[in-house]
């Protein structure tokens, strides 16, 4: 079966860093997505990694190790806006796109 | 800028009643798709369409059907809705699998 494994949630300070590990188990690779999303509101795009390494955007950097099954996002500078969930999805074989089930992220002063 | 709608945001209705969920981009995305979303849980993927006249169904086993006649429309109906149909809906659009989906608001269904 396929299977994408989150944390179910992380707390972490106003200012500091943080790391969000997503390993998976898919039925092939092409690609993974990092998204964002506030609650009540729509999964909004962060990232996207086909090749191993770390790509930068800003605050955000997301890294990818395809023999391992493996990915994080870190988050540089935490905002109080950053207390979101953060969803891992991985573009199988089939190109059809494997959901985690997010991490909850929550931020303290 | 993204350019994805959904009408309507908020839908409280009774059992058995027919609904429909109305999506629209303007982005000319080829790939549209349905999701469904319990709080703090994760995305369903319901019914999905790779262009004009094409729809699938998901992972998720649903009571609903959709139809894609043109690109940028892609309307989700429920021929009769029940208490375990509350839920949120969300409509995403891709360019293509490797591009993002850019996520409508969404439309939070309650039956009573």
């Known amino acids: 079966g396929q299977n994408i494994d989150q944390p179910t949630e992380m707390t972490a300070t106003e200012g500091a860093i943080v790391q969000i590990n997503c390993t998976y188990q898919t039925s092939g690779f092409n690609g993974l997505f990092w998204y964002q999303q506030h609650a009540g509101e729509a999964p909004t795009f962060l990232s996207y990694?086909?090749l191993d390494g770390l790509e930068e955007k800003g605050r955000f950097s997301s890294f990818l190790s395809r023999s391992k099954g493996y990915s994080y996002l870190l988050l540089k500078e935490l905002q109080m806006k950053d207390s979101a969930s953060y969803l891992c999805a991985v573009l199988d074989s089939n190109y059809q796109l494997i959901w985690g089930a997010g991490t909850k992220l929550i931020i303290k002063p | 800028e993204a350019d994805i709608y959904q009408t309507p945001r908020y839908l409280v209705i009774g059992t058995g009643k027919k609904i429909t969920l109305e999506c629209s981009q303007t982005m000319g995305h080829d790939k549209m798709y349905w999701y469904q979303q319990d709080p703090g849980m994760e995305l369903h993927l319901i019914h999905y369409s790779y262009g004009v006249n094409s729809t699938e169904k998901g992972d998720l086993s649903s009571e609903s059907t959709v139809s894609r006649i043109r690109t940028e429309h892609f309307p989700l109906t429920l021929e009769s809705a029940r208490p375990s149909h509350t839920s949120q809906y969300l409509c995403?659009?891709?360019?293509?699998?490797?591009?993002?989906?850019?996520f409508g608001p969404g439309t939070r269904l309650t039956v009573l």
């Open positions: 995403a659009s891709s360019g293509s699998e490797y591009n993002e989906q850019f």
């Open positions: 990694n086909v």
